[in-house]
């Protein structure tokens, strides 16, 4: 626990608008970046950002301080996701149109390599997009990213493990990644044949 956050709640509480403006400052472009990767559209980002800031502030009296604030204000954020996405699957979808997409070729190889990558991503299933985003893109050490799903550290490796070969897998099949690569990758503790 830092004594900053413990310290920063504790002026939220009483109502300082500078230490609200603070952790909202703080905290906002990871819990929208989450919200974007997981939900694909950034006006419903923007929306559930709005909402997870909100419920943490309805929330922070129960925020328990021996526990690291960023985890709990993401848990709130992938919670608030898988929310919307199960409200949005029962709302009829009129036309995606929304959906920020690149119109034209790839200027080169990676740019669409780097499309196959955010395609596959986005058909994985929410417990591994989420763990993806959150170890590659944002950083978070595998201990923060168990408190925010609140699962087990082997629970949040192995979804990280498998969405990595999901994603691989795509790439394979759409032509993006040499078969003979597979021969490549082993376990831990396992050896690579010699050919």
Same mark, same amino acid.
């Given at each position: 626990?830092?004594?900053d ?55 922070l ?7 690291l ?17 199960a ?6 979808e009129?036309v995606?149109?929304?959906q ?10 990676? #740019?669409e ?5 955010h @395609?596959? *991503?986005?058909? !994985?299933?929410?417990?591994? +997009?989420?763990?993806? /985003? ?18 087990p550290?082997? #629970?949040i ?5 498998? @969405?990595? *070969?999901?994603? !691989?897998?795509?790439l394979? +099949?759409?032509?993006? /990644?040499?078969e ?9 503790g396992?050896?690579r044949?010699?050919?």
């Open positions: 626990m830092s004594a956050d413990a310290s920063l709640v504790k002026r939220c509480l009483r109502g300082d608008t500078e230490a609200i403006r603070q952790l909202v400052s703080r905290f906002q472009s990871d819990v929208y970046g989450l919200c974007v990767r997981l939900l694909h559209n950034r006006h419903d980002a923007e929306d559930v950002t709005q909402e997870v800031f909100l419920r943490i502030f309805r929330s009296s129960g925020w328990d301080s021996s526990r604030l960023k985890p709990w204000i993401m848990g709130i954020a992938v919670n608030r996701c898988r929310t919307w996405l409200q949005r699957s029962r709302r009829p009129l995606d149109y929304l920020d997409t690149v119109a034209g070729q790839p200027a080169d190889d990676s #740019t390599l780097l499309r196959e990558i @395609a596959a *991503l986005a058909d !994985l299933r929410l417990e591994y +997009r989420t763990v993806f /985003v959150m170890f590659h893109e944002q950083g978070q050490p595998y201990e923060e990213i168990a408190q925010a799903m609140d699962r550290v082997g #629970t490796k192995t979804w990280l493990h498998r @969405a990595r *070969l999901e994603i !691989l897998e795509r394979r +099949r759409r032509g993006m /990644v040499p003979e690569g597979a021969s490549t990758l082993t376990r831990p396992e050896e044949e010699q050919s």
